[in-house]
Nanobody, 124 residues
Framework: QLAESGGGLVQAGGSLRLSCAAS????????MGWFRQAPGKGHEFVAA????????EYADSVKGRFTISRDNGKNTMYLQMNSLRPEDTAVYYC???????????????????WGQGTQVTVSS
């Protein structure tokens, strides 16, 4: 089970830190990722991280502004979001899948487990 937290309302240029806490199983050997869905749009890839954090991938739209990380000891993944823009407004979801490689995954179809989402709203 995955549970996101940390969403909220922030002004443009501000920062938020999202957390994704995993429970019910160990996610150490799982690749994980963040996706978002804005009103009227489909799921959009944001960032992905492999099981031990040494392979990371970002969408072009968030490179240089967002940082994905994980703490396997706490079974938690994070998304630090800086320099937020109104177009970052969306529901943010975390996802996980079992993997036995260093791969990351940018497609939602590659993930098995999903959280319920947390709303991020950036005002202009």
């Amino acid at each position: 089970q995955l549970a996101e937290s940390g969403g909220g309302l922030v002004q443009a240029g501000g920062s938020l830190r999202l957390s994704c806490a995993a429970s019910g199983r160990t996610y150490i050997v799982h690749a994980m990722g963040w996706f978002r869905q804005a009103p009227g749009k489909g799921h959009e890839f944001v960032a992905a991280i492999n099981w031990n954090g040494d392979n990371i991938e970002y969408a072009d739209s968030v490179k240089g502004r967002f940082t994905i990380s994980r703490d396997n000891g706490k079974n938690t993944m994070y998304l630090q979001m800086n320099s937020l823009r109104p177009e970052d407004t969306a529901v943010y979801y975390c996802a996980a899948r079992f993997v036995d490689s260093r791969d990351t995954y940018a497609s939602g179809d590659d993930y098995t487990y999903w959280g319920q989402g947390t709303q991020v709203t950036v005002s202009s």
